[in-house]
């Protein structure tokens, strides 16, 4: 069996970019997408914001400190969602092996092209500005991790193979926040032991990773050595619905909490309605004042898909918990799905 051909693709500060492409004035301008309002976060930004320090996910009064004279825009969800659309086509005018991450990147598995790979990225990267004026990068391995790790290379435009032969000494020198998977939360944890790079991740047992990780210890142990056996998938089963948002004022007060929550729960059960799904796994998710996330899940021992039954279980969890500190964000997600026609008949 010939050895798989994996390309990670990924588009450039996408949000930013199509606000770019839709208004040429803003070329070479410091762009942050994600709203106006101080209490927004960054969605994307263009590279000449990053020089000052702008990154995503960073709450807009930040980033406004960081980048005075940026120039600040409310997401455009739909024109994104379009302009996605057509890269995405000419992905799939490639191979039918395509696995989208998000609006704005995805696997290709290109083994069955038997085409020489460089190659292959090099026409989708002029395809996909031929058809809308945007830049990507692409990473090229035999597996996903290498793959992905590739594509972030050199960023924007960037192009990157790493083949077979590469392992593991292109990746020793790397600090361990490229491993994807590996959080600011685990980077820190390693850092406090004095593990850097990947160099020092290396001399680590696979024992002690996975007491220090759990069970994705050992999926650490494996990826730096250049193994991932996870294929690229046709289709992605939907793990988990959810909404949030973050709040006009900060607040721990319950009550004005609830109004968000009757809101989602409405939303989520539409949501399922349409997919024809239910689930058994609720989750809150609160933001504090102080930018750290909670969550707290509750699994019911049956599936519910009506807007009342998420709701009750949602305020069930919210008053379980202390609100010791103002929070900013709240959201409720339900997991643990399956198809409504497969549920068996409960109890009752």
């Known amino acids: ?27 070479g301008k410091p762009v942050i997408v994600g709203g106006r309002s101080e209490r927004g976060v960054v969605a ?39 302009v996605s659309r057509e890269i995405f086509k000419i992905f799939y005018e490639i191979t039918p092996y395509v696995e ?12 069955e092209l038997n085409k020489d790979p460089v190659s292959v ?21 035999y597996n996903k991790f290498l793959a992905k ?47 850097f790079t990947i160099e020092d991740l290396y001399t680590l047992a696979p024992d002690f990773l996975t007491e220090f990780f759990g069970k994705y210890g050992i999926e650490i142990y494996k990826r730096i050595r250049g193994i991932d056996n996870r294929k ?11 909404r949030e948002t973050t709040l006009k004022s900060d607040t721990k007060n319950k009550k004005e909490l609830e109004v968000y929550i009757k809101s989602f729960c409405s939303s989520i059960s539409r949501t399922l ?16 004042s ?5 969550t707290k899940n509750k699994t019911l021992p049956f599936y519910i898909s009506k807007e009342e039954d998420i709701l009750r279980e949602s305020l069930d969890i919210l008053y379980s918990i202390d609100l010791n500190e103002e929070i900013r964000l709240i959201g409720v997600s339900i997991s643990s799905l399956k198809e409504m026609n497969l549920q068996q008949l409960s109890l009752f």
């Open 1 to 27: 069996m010939s050895e798989r051909v994996i390309l990670h693709v990924d588009m450039d500060a996408f949000f930013a970019s199509v606000e770019v492409i839709d208004t040429p004035k803003l070329k």
């Open 44 to 82: 994307t930004c263009s590279y000449e914001a990053r020089k000052y320090g702008v990154r995503s996910a960073m709450p807009i009064y930040m980033a406004k400190a960081q980048c005075p004279n940026g120039i600040y825009l409310p997401t455009r969800i739909n024109r994104y969602k379009e």
């Open 100 to 111: 989208p991450l998000s609006i704005d990147e995805a696997y290709l598995d290109i083994t």
């Open 121 to 141: 990225a090099m026409f989708i990267k002029e395809m996909v500005v031929k058809a809308t004026g945007l830049t990507i990068s692409v990473g090229i391995s």
């Open 149 to 195: 790790l590739a594509s972030d290379w050199n960023k924007p435009n960037g192009l990157k193979i790493i083949t077979k032969d590469m392992i593991p000494k292109v990746l020793l020198p790397l600090p361990i926040n490229k491993i994807y998977g590996l959080g600011k939360k685990s980077t820190n944890k390693l850092n406090s032991i004095g593990i």
């Open 232 to 242: 690229v998938e046709i289709s992605r089963e939907t793990k988990s619905i959810g």
């Open 273 to 288: 309605s349409i997919k024809g799904l239910s689930g058994k796994t609720l989750t809150l998710k609160i933001k504090t």
């Open 290 to 294: 102080t930018f750290e996330n909670h």
